[in-house]
């Protein structure tokens, strides 16, 4: 009996240095970091599209970490450089993601700033990068004989726009897009301060 009491302790203990270790002391080192330079809070719209981001599963299949030059090809592949943790201020919760099943997408905003291209990627996927495996999203769009003002057409690729019929895009493909536009950190990042002095 009284090795199972220490079989329980020494379990308790390193529970105990694990969590301490992984979580305690980096929120300790990260609770009073400020944004970085040139982040800017997202807006109501942004919040929206974050939210159809989340619902519709994007981080299942796309990361918002590329990783620095010495470890992967991602600088290369022209997703950006490495984030620091100022880069996620306003991101709660943060959406880093586990899979690349798609490309990262933390600067899509500065790869493809185009918000028709984004749109129209949304939709069919296929007409803007032939053989890719990303669902398509048609309900986020309406498709419709004629559009009325103050609808945003989506402009197809020929022979991916329904015949006769045009596709509009609804207030939820729009704020998705409006967040997507906003992964952009090519601001440039402070050296972190030299700790070995």
Request: include cysteine; hydrophobic fraction near 35%; aromatic fraction near 10%.
């Amino acid at each position: 009996m009284e090795s199972e009491y220490k079989l329980l302790g020494g379990a308790m203990v390193t529970l105990a240095l694990a969590t301490a270790t992984l979580v305690v002391v980096p929120y300790l080192q990260l609770s009073d970091l400020p944004p970085s330079e040139g982040l800017k809070p997202y807006t109501s719209q942004q919040l929206r599209g974050r939210e159809v981001y989340i619902k519709n599963g994007c981080v299942y299949c796309h990361t918002q970490q590329p990783r620095a030059q010495a470890q992967a090809p991602d600088f290369k592949r022209g997703w950006g450089r490495a984030p620091v943790a100022g880069d996620y201020f306003y991101d709660r919760p943060h959406l880093l993601g586990t899979m690349r099943t798609g490309p990262d997408l933390l600067n899509i905003g500065a790869r493809q700033p185009s918000a028709d291209w984004n749109l129209g990627h949304l939709y069919q996927p296929r007409a803007y990068t032939p053989g890719s495996i990303m669902p398509s999203y048609p309900f986020l769009f309406e498709v419709k004989d004629k559009a009325e003002a103050g609808d945003k057409l989506v402009n197809l690729p020929p022979g991916y726009a329904p015949v006769g019929q045009q596709v509009v895009a609804r207030p939820e493909a729009l704020d998705l897009v409006a967040y997507l536009l906003a992964l952009d950190r090519t601001y440039p990042v402070k050296a972190p301060p030299d700790s070995s002095k």
